[in-house]
């Protein structure tokens, strides 16, 4: 399985833009790079996933790098609810498609 | 309704006891998940059911025992578990293997 390589914390402040960097350098072409985020005594959420191209959703941007070997989550201006433990997976698609396979994530911090 | 409910939400037991941890969805996903968390670690795989057959086994010890008795419903039973068992235990669901998983809040278990 495709490994990922995220910093183990980061910080922000309240209302700013936080990036969250991911390293995937042996993605494979069917690989889909998938976010979830596990705020404080909850179970983890799906923030969003893309194959190539850039995507935008209401939670967050992701950014793809043109051979695919990173990532940046983007969440665009940080509120405390953000601080959360956020994964970055990657799943195969197919039939022989894999489940999620959790990394250690970077814990964000949300500075007031 | 895109919920995953678990029950119950916290759980004590003793190493001789039997007790069981149950998960459902009524989201029409063909897919349910049984993950083990322990504190500060990211969330590992046990179970997967697909189509409510067994298709992946996570060389769990035999003391778990899963049961998927129809497409809305997850069991996990437990019997003579260790006090290393206790952990918080998340069931997941998606439409098919390889979906956006949806997280249940989790059972925190103690095994006394």
């Known amino acids: 399985d495709a490994k990922t390589t995220q910093p183990n914390s980061m910080e922000s402040n309240e209302e700013e833009p936080v990036h969250l960097p991911c390293n995937h350098s042996t993605i494979s072409g069917t690989d889909y790079i998938h976010w979830y985020r596990q705020l404080p005594s909850q179970g983890p959420e799906y923030v969003i996933h893309g194959l190539t191209s850039n995507v935008n959703n209401r939670m967050a941007s992701l950014a793809i790098a043109e051979d695919r070997k990173s990532s940046t989550l983007i969440l665009h201006r940080a509120t405390l609810r953000d601080a959360a433990v956020y994964y970055c997976i990657l799943i195969r698609r197919g039939s022989g498609n894999t489940p999620l396979v959790f990394g250690k994530g970077t814990r964000l911090s949300v500075i007031a | 309704d895109t919920e995953v409910t678990q029950t119950p939400k916290h759980l004590v037991m003793g190493m001789t006891n039997k007790k069981s941890l149950k998960c459902e969805q009524h989201m029409g996903h063909r897919a349910m998940y049984w993950y083990k968390q322990k504190a500060k670690k990211p969330p590992e795989l046990m179970f997967v059911?697909?189509?409510?057959?067994?298709?992946i086994n996570e060389s769990v010890p035999s003391r778990f025992s899963p049961e998927c008795p129809n497409s809305s419903l997850l069991n996990l039973h437990l019997h003579a578990l260790q006090p290393e068992d206790s952990a918080l235990y998340l069931c997941?669901?998606?439409?098919?293997?390889?979906?956006?998983?949806?997280f249940g809040p989790g059972t925190r278990l103690l095994v006394l």
């Open positions: 997941a669901s998606s439409l098919t293997r390889g979906e956006t998983q949806y």
């Open positions: 059911y697909s189509y409510e057959k067994l298709s």
